[in-house]
């Protein structure tokens, strides 16, 4: 059974660098065919996609937040990565890797538990 | 706010029936598929309907989904209280901005 796990800093400090890992059991990435989304739940708030990754590599972004964003797949641990720059207040969130079998479909499934990040000094 | 439109919240008594509306444009709604996502709160979103009306693995045919136009719209019959819950719809916006949208989100309550 496919299972995805986010790890990475609970707490953030304005300005700095978030880096959250996902890992992936039950399947191989490098089987292929798959895209790697990430998603993130501001508290109380509804869903915002932030980018996928493509097994291959080819990565696609939410264009508001294009120029802080880069995922990355490292297919020889099986996880998928997020870096997410300059992290203000509004970057507080529940944030979620999930899988999706088509870039321009909106198909995401199964999802993580997701790992909470809030940002504050 | 979202690029897609939900009602805030929606609620029904046990065993009725209720229907959630995504409203959106030509761009998102109106040119690509849609899915569906149960959320209790506290835990990550569930997907129950994929390419509009095709129900995921594992959920009731209590579960339905539809399309018309720049809308969409989920039904849930034989409603339990274990159906309580926030429903999201989403899809590609191939607009402009193009990438993945989600609707704001409706709280169901069972009354």
């Known amino acids: 059974q496919l299972q995805l796990q986010e790890s990475g800093p609970g707490l953030v400090k304005p300005s700095e660098t978030l880096s959250l890992t996902c890992t992936v059991s039950g399947a191989s990435i490098s089987s292929g065919g798959y895209y790697w989304g990430w998603i993130r739940q501001p508290p109380g708030k509804g869903l915002e996609w932030i980018g996928s990754?493509?097994?291959?590599?080819?990565?696609y972004y939410n264009p508001s937040l294009r120029g802080r964003v880069t995922t990355s797949v490292d297919t020889s641990k099986n996880q998928v990565s997020l870096t997410l720059t300059s992290m203000t207040a509004a970057d507080t969130a529940v944030y979620y890797c999930?899988?999706?079998?088509?870039?321009?479909?909106?198909?995401?499934?199964?999802w993580g538990q997701g790992t909470l990040v809030t940002v504050s000094s | 706010q979202s690029v897609l439109t939900q009602p805030p919240s929606v609620s029904a008594a046990p065993g009725q029936k209720v229907t959630i509306s995504c409203s959106g444009s030509?761009?998102?709604?109106?040119?690509?598929?849609v899915a569906w996502y149960q959320q209790v709160p506290g835990t990550a979103p569930k997907l129950l309907i994929y390419d509009n009306n095709k129900r995921a693995s594992g959920i009731p045919d209590r579960f339905s989904g539809s399309k018309s136009g720049t809308s969409a719209t989920l039904g849930i019959t034989g409603l339990q209280t274990g159906d309580e819950a926030n429903y999201y719809c989403?899809?590609?916006?191939?607009?402009?901005?193009?990438?993945?949208?989600f609707g704001g989100g409706s709280k169901l309550t069972v009354l």
């Open positions: 999930a899988r999706h079998a088509r870039l321009t479909t909106n198909w995401f499934d199964p």
């Open positions: 990754v493509f097994y291959t590599g080819n990565t």
């Open positions: 989403g899809t590609w916006d191939s607009g402009l901005r193009a990438g993945q949208v």
């Open positions: 030509s761009s998102n709604i109106g040119n690509n598929y």
